[in-house]
């Protein structure tokens, strides 16, 4: 391709980083042919990431080289770049620090925070860096940003630190305090805050996990690990695909999608390439169900993959992992070597006839590549922007081909499905939502945590578990689910957690986000932190959302300052519409549900409160 | 292709038709004669559907859906004007007229008066940002605003070569230059969104000038851009000083002499100039596309000297 | 395969489709000395040996023949002369044809494979075939390989020249060739010429004319003494270019129609000013899928100029014949009258189909996308296709101690031969002229980028600023010929022509660079 690359050259530092990746440049002066680019292309955001963990930053003589490299045309890798929120485009120091500003963590003193880090090394840098275009350097040895949830809320507030360097450390942790950040921007390890980890009833789901024994391959096997790979074996894979599909197991990623139907529709495609995709994604504000499964217990989700693939006839595995989860990266690549090594993954798994394998990837900041279609992109090598369906992934997904995509917690559950049968898996929960699932309970509660319940629960049964409202203080609310989402009442708060419940309460269990409010947390500014969100997280592809969730800040922020433009009444006639147009229009699921959380506000609760006059 | 192309019945707006296996929802539309906007769709590029004012109600369908890329399948009930259709298409009106000028969007006037939008519900524009600013964007950050004022992309134009401006207050992010650089017809790769959300945008490697980018000057992108923001030097030279006037243009269709391909060029002609260089998008040679010659290289026949 | 062409700079828009195959999976390959951004885009390149394309073209063959890879039904079927030409590749193995053409023994192999394998095979040329002295012999073994491998007659296979200018294949086919009427019937057969002398009442020259090397060749020996160029630029364009306008003055009488004053035109005694036929006048062009099509009228011409058909019926007038045809169309007619190919194409239909590919017999007929098809047919319709073998040919000027590079010429993106269409227009990437060299001989000879050097053929020198450019290989370096106002290349070119073409070897000098 007659690419016209940058001419910095790469230091050595750079070069060495990126051939660590994609090994020693090839001889020859020439550029890869077009085949061969495209086969690389999958390779671009892993080469930014090596490239910045090892310099700091994209600095130009990297990027220019990482083109080289793989054929990709540097205007199209810096749209890539400049997609993801961790990846840093100007020159900064090689310590970073990442503050969670979200609404779980700024329930819990993230503001605090934020001031005693402005105070040591100025102000937010991504402020900074708007305030002075191409001027970012700054002669502190480190910097720091807000960040939106980094999955951490059961230890709020959170903050993600990262070194770059020849050894590079990243490390994500709760219970944050001016002197721990520091102490981790210096490079030092910084111990993880307690949290929570509790069943309700028979713990499927979070088994191993809580034996914390379960991230070696022998601890895992102990727990009794690799035995539903077994019984797939014996299954057969239309047996497996069969008790699935009895199972009524669903998607737990929010969108509740049979997964047996996924399953069966990928394994139609014979003779075709396939893959299986796990979505750890996770990075809706107020979930970290899935960190705390990959942290706790990796090789679940690798069984669960290879049991998917023997399923569907794929023989390639992706693991597409948040990239504010360094700790999940590390336990989840040993796990994959290991499992490798032991022949779980592989040509021949376990000697027969049977190959998968597994490759790890790593976003860099971007809430919307957990939208399935968004995530195949950023796989590929492009901007995480999702796609239109139809055609779903299902027929048309990674490369073109058709792929199975998973959430975390859906494919534990399929271990014990497949294990024990569908019959026994449904020995809990309610006849329309078979088994357990799991909750991630923060905001005011005395023990926030991953909660693992059997469907049916009532919601306040399981935040009476959680300990309730430190002080006992009354529920002013609940926000169930930021994405889908929609506030519960205090009068609600009876709903049962199963799907056929939130159903008829008009209300869905997304992805099991239960935050709690007492009167200390202010309805509107947390509405205001959700707008941003939104607006922070849109890819900006289509123009509902993309401006849409502009307005609908905008909007907010009037009624915050009691400006409301031609009256209240002109205002929410305009978020409902905004709203509407947003639901119907947009092309994904972020723009589609934008507004939901905030609609829902104004129809449950009283975000107004006192301004209302 | 096969040669017993099977066909496929739907119903749209209450009228059955039938169309041929693998056409789009537009298409089928188109044959009826039912009018459905467009802004990101054109006939030879690969429908991107962002812009979203094409779409319309399926039956059964959760949301809308986009008419321009949406396959027809047998037995659909697809309703062109409802309300949730028109609702969605005045938001969409709204949302682009509050934060881009598409005053030179053709058809963005009338199709306000249809659908009754009044993008200034939003509030009173946002002054336009200094240069550079839309640029240092970070994604996952903006600068929280007091609701005042509706965003809007308004910034300098960008002028850094003597055959096209870029007027980015005028881009409504509808992909099309960047197909057109890109896979669906130039393939040089000049130019991508960068960015996300709000301030995506298009930009070169580094928000580098286009005379020290990839760029090729082919002006594939002003060709398909339709709201103004990519437009010839000649022709935005001519509207600054008032002096561009339609009334006095006229557009004639010959062939570029630069080569033995046989392009097909549409002059457009003012006081004996030529002011701006298009192709049909439908013609077989060209597709739509030029190149740098065919599109700019004519000072030769209006008195310019070789130098 | 694209052979002796960089048809992304040269002809951008074929190579739109070129991409929009290889995206869907078609091979490229391309045979070029040069890395050329055409080269970029493909799947191989063969970086041939300046002037060794015969080699290479049977060296293709030997590996196809040798493994079986011919398409025998269509070789005995459709064509004639296959044993002479298996003969002849037979001497043409991989060791030999790689020596020859200094391409990898593999990238033979691969090629021949891909390309006689493929469903559907096709070889594009420009002028790296056809600027050369073994012009014909380049194309004949080209066409070889289409009958050796049945790639010829059939949709989506064949053998297609790129042209370079809009009617390049127009002028052939409407009769500017010294041995053709319009549609290429055959100046010296009697009854075609009957029917000629019947319609204008006037005997036509019952013997071919000369082709522009032998009306050099005639002016040298004072055979030739008046001129009439059209929309040619002779002085500056042809080869050897202190030869040529010596013989240009030399001349009794030139006279020059053309919308410039050229360097051709100060050298006139008379100058007409014409009109720019694309834009400033009506009539057709046709390309080079021998597509035509209509040319309009789209601004006036300035001052006294005039369209060229009204120019060519007054000068007519003045020699004592009038031409009749008071418009463009009216020309079109008489010349369908005349050519079968293109009685079919009246102005109405070629406006309605937007252009029609020649043979085109009546107003009927919707135009032929390929020709040759007849080969397919059973029995073969009319001459069966002959293999024509054809040996290589080294260039005629070697390198030696005191001459040590290959000088090859091209062209650039944005600029259009000598520069007198495209010279004027503010492109932003146009580079002055350079003398581009391989790092490696930048390095040998010490020189800097963008340093002044002299660069000497046996027939003149230039100065140029170097430029090292990693597409070329040592020894050979390329110079363009866009810019001869300041840089007049065409001084080191040789003029040594094809006799059956009569088109010089502006790809193959031998030149020595000096440091300033």
């Not at chain 1, 305030?131 to 480190?142: D, G, K, N, V």
């Not at chain 3, 050099?216 to 020996?221: G, S, T």
Request: glycine share 10%; charged share 25%.
């Amino acid at each position: 391709m007659d690419l016209q690359h940058l001419t910095e050259a790469p230091s050595d530092a750079e070069r060495s980083a990126i051939d660590a990746l994609l090994g020693p440049a090839e001889a020859g002066e020439h550029g890869p042919t077009p085949s061969v680019a495209r086969a690389r292309r999958t390779f671009l955001l892993p080469a930014l990431l090596a490239l910045q963990n090892r310099v700091g930053w994209i600095s130009r003589g990297g990027l220019g080289y990482v083109c080289r490299r793989l054929g990709v045309p540097p205007a199209e890798a810096w749209g890539v770049a400049t997609f993801y929120a961790l990846l840093a485009l100007g020159e900064r120091p090689a310590a970073f620090a990442h503050v969670c500003d979200d609404i779980a963590c700024a329930a819990r003193g993230a503001e605090e925070l934020c001031g005693a880090l402005e105070q040591r090394f100025g102000p937010c840098a991504s402020s900074a860096h708007r305030a002075e275009p191409h001027a970012q350097r700054t002669s502190s040895s480190a910097a720091w940003a807000r960040s939106p949830c980094l999955g951490l809320c059961d230890q709020a507030p959170a903050a993600l630190v990262t070194v770059a360097g020849t050894t590079p450390v990243e490390q994500a942790f709760g219970g944050a305090t001016l002197a721990r950040v520091e102490s981790a921007l210096e490079g030092r390890r910084v111990a993880a805050a307690s949290f929570a980890l509790e069943s309700m009833g028979p713990r499927r789901l979070l088994a191993r996990a809580t034996a914390k024994e379960a991230v070696t391959l022998d601890g895992y096997r102990k727990l009794g690990g690799y035995r539903a790979l077994e019984r797939a074996f014996e299954l057969g894979p239309e047996g497996v695909r069969k008790e699935v599909g009895a199972s009524k197991l669903v998607g737990r990623g929010g969108a509740a999608f049979p997964t047996g139907r996924k399953w069966d529709a990928v394994a139609r495609h014979v003779g075709k390439q396939r893959h299986v995709v796990c979505n750890a994604d996770e990075s809706e504000p107020g979930t970290f169900k899935d960190r705390v499964l990959l942290e706790q217990d990796p090789f679940a989700v690798i069984e669960s993959m290879t049991i998917a693939g023997f399923a569907t006839g794929a023989t390639r595995g992706w693991i597409y992992l948040r990239g504010e989860y360094p700790l999940a990266a590390e336990r989840l690549s040993n796990a994959i070597a290991s499992a490798r090594a032991a022949g779980w993954l592989g040509a021949r798994i376990a000697g027969r006839d049977v190959a998968f394998d597994i490759e790890l990837r790593r976003g860099a900041g971007a809430y919307i590549c957990g939208e399935e279609t968004a995530l195949l992109a950023s796989i590929e090598g492009f901007r995480g922007e999702p796609r239109t369906k139809p055609p779903f992934p299902v027929d048309v997904g990674l490369f073109g081909q058709p792929t199975v995509i998973n959430n975390v917690e859906t494919l534990v559950a399929v271990l014990d499905v497949v294990r024990d049968g569908a019959s026994s898996y449904a020995s809990v929960g309610t006849p329309g939502s078979p088994g357990t699932k799991l909750f991630c309970l923060s905001g005011r509660v005395a023990r926030p945590g991953v909660y693992e319940v059997p469907f049916g629960t009532p919601l306040s049964a399981l935040i009476e578990r959680a300990g309730g409202v430190p002080g006992g203080k009354p529920i002013t609310g609940v926000l169930l689910v930021v994405v889908a989402g929609s506030f519960v009442s205090p009068k609600q708060l009876d709903l049962p957690l199963s799907f056929e419940g939130a159903r008829a309460a008009g209300t869905t269990l997304g992805s099991g986000v239960v935050f709690v409010m007492d009167d200390s947390i202010e309805l509107l500014p947390l509405l205001r932190r959700i707008a941003a969100f939104f607006r922070d997280e849109s890819c900006g592809q289509c123009v509902p959302c993309r401006v849409g969730t502009v307005r609908q800040e905008e909007l907010l922020a009037r009624l915050a300052r009691g400006a409301a433009r031609g009256g209240l009444e002109t205002e929410q006639h305009l978020l409902a519409e905004l709203g509407q147009a947003m639901r119907d229009a947009s092309i994904c699921g972020l723009g589609q549900t934008a507004s939901s959380a905030i609609e829902s506000a104004f129809v449950q609760l009283d975000p107004l409160g006192g301004k209302r006059s | 292709m096969s040669d017993a192309q099977r066909t496929i019945e739907l119903e749209i707006d209450g009228r059955k038709t039938q169309v041929p296996e693998g056409a789009t929802l537009l298409q089928a539309c188109q044959a009826l004669s039912i009018d459905v906007p467009t802004f990101c769709w054109a006939a030879n590029l690969t429908p991107v559907n962002v812009c979203r004012i094409c779409v319309v109600e399926l039956e059964g369908a959760r949301t809308l859906v986009p008419a321009c890329s949406r396959k027809a399948e047998a037995g659909m009930v697809v309703k062109t004007e409802s309300e949730r259709v028109k609702l969605s298409r005045k938001l969409v009106l709204e949302l682009l007229g509050s934060s881009v000028d598409m005053s030179l969007a053709p058809e963005f006037r009338s199709l306000a008066t249809k659908y009754d939008a009044h993008p200034e519900r939003f509030g009173p524009r946002a002054p336009r940002a200094p240069s550079g600013e839309r640029e240092s964007a970070h994604a996952g950050h903006h600068h929280v605003d007091d609701g005042a004022h509706a965003a809007n992309v308004a910034q300098p134009m960008k002028v850094d070569n003597d055959l096209f401006v870029r007027d980015y207050e005028k881009c409504m992010l509808c992909y099309k230059c960047v197909e057109a650089c890109g896979t669906d017809a130039q393939n040089t790769f000049a130019i991508a969104i960068a960015g996300r959300g709000f301030d995506a945008r298009i930009a070169t490697e580094l928000e580098t000038p286009l005379p020290d980018s990839a760029c090729v000057f082919c002006g594939n992108c002003v060709g398909v851009c339709p709201t103004g923001a990519l437009m010839f030097k000649a022709e935005s030279d001519l509207r600054d000083t008032g002096a561009w006037d339609e009334s006095k243009q006229k557009v004639t269709d010959t062939i570029c002499p630069y080569c033995g391909v046989g392009c097909q060029l549409s002059m457009r002609v003012q006081d004996n100039k030529i002011v701006r260089v298009t192709s049909p998008a439908d013609h077989s040679v060209t597709a739509g596309h030029l190149c740098i010659k065919g599109r700019f290289g004519w000072s030769f026949v209006e008195g310019g000297k070789p130098k | 395969m694209l052979w002796g062409s960089n048809a992304r700079e040269t002809h951008p828009i074929f190579f739109h489709h070129v991409l929009k195959a290889v995206r869907k999976g078609a091979r490229l390959y391309v045979v070029d000395p040069r890395r050329t951004p055409s080269a970029e885009w493909a799947e191989g390149w063969l970086q041939v040996e300046v002037g060794a394309d015969v080699a290479l073209a049977n060296g293709i063959a030997h590996v196809i023949l040798a493994e079986g890879l011919e398409h025998r039904e269509f070789i005995d079927h459709a064509t004639e002369n296959f044993a002479a030409y298996r003969e002849l590749v037979q001497r043409y193995d991989l060791a030999r044809t790689s020596r020859l053409t200094c391409i990898a023994q593999e990238m033979i192999q691969r090629v021949a494979r891909d390309f006689a394998k493929a469903e559907r095979a096709m070889i594009c040329w420009t002028l790296g075939i056809t600027e050369h002295h073994n012009a014909v012999d380049n194309v004949l073994s080209l066409i070889n390989l289409g009958l050796l491998t049945g790639h010829v007659g059939r949709w989506g296979s064949g053998l297609n020249p790129l042209r370079g200018q809009n009617n390049v294949q127009g002028g052939g086919d409407s009769g500017a060739l010294p041995h053709k009427l319009p549609g290429f019937q055959d100046v010296e057969d009697d009854a075609i010429r009957a029917r000629y002398d019947a319609l204008w009442g006037r005997k036509v020259p019952p013997k071919k004319g000369w082709h522009l090397t032998e009306m050099f060749e005639a002016m040298e020996h004072g055979q030739l003494t008046a001129l009439l160029v059209l929309g040619e630029n002779p002085a500056q364009s042809e080869a050897d270019a202190t030869r040529c306008r010596r013989l240009l003055e030399g001349l009794e009488f030139l006279l020059v129609q053309d919308i410039f004053r050229t360097r051709t035109a100060e050298m006139a005694d008379v100058v007409l000013p014409g009109s720019a036929s694309f834009c400033e006048a009506e009539g057709t062009v046709t390309n080079s899928e021998r597509r035509v099509q209509r040319v309009r009228r789209s601004i006036e011409p300035p001052g006294n100029a005039k369209d060229d058909i009204e120019i060519l019926r007054a000068l007519s007038k003045r020699l004592g014949y009038d031409l009749g045809l008071p418009n463009a169309e009216a020309a079109w007619d008489e010349l369908r009258l005349l050519s079968p190919m293109h009685h079919g194409m009246s102005y109405a239909r070629i406006e309605a189909l937007g252009g029609i590919q020649w043979p085109c017999p009546d107003e009927a007929h919707p135009g032929s996308p390929f020709l040759h098809g007849r080969l397919w047919e059973r029995p073969v319709r009319g001459a069966r296709a002959g293999f024509h073998p054809a040996e290589d040919v080294p260039p005629v000027e070697q390198l030696d101690d005191e001459f040590p590079l290959r000088l090859t010429t091209g062209r650039r993106l944005d600029s259009y031969n000598t520069g007198v269409q495209s010279g004027g227009y503010a492109s932003p990437r146009r580079a002055k002229e350079t003398i581009d060299l391989s790092p490696a001989d930048m390095r040998a000879l010490g020189l800097a980028d963008g340093e002044r050097v002299r660069v000497v053929s046996r027939r003149g020198a230039v100065e140029a600023p170097a430029r090292a450019d990693r597409g070329l290989k040592q020894g050979l370096v390329f110079m363009t010929l866009h810019f001869p106002e300041q840089v007049d290349v065409n001084l080191l070119t040789i003029d040594a022509t094809d006799p059956r073409s009569g088109t010089a070897e502006f790809k193959a000098a031998a030149v020595r660079v000096e440091k300033l």
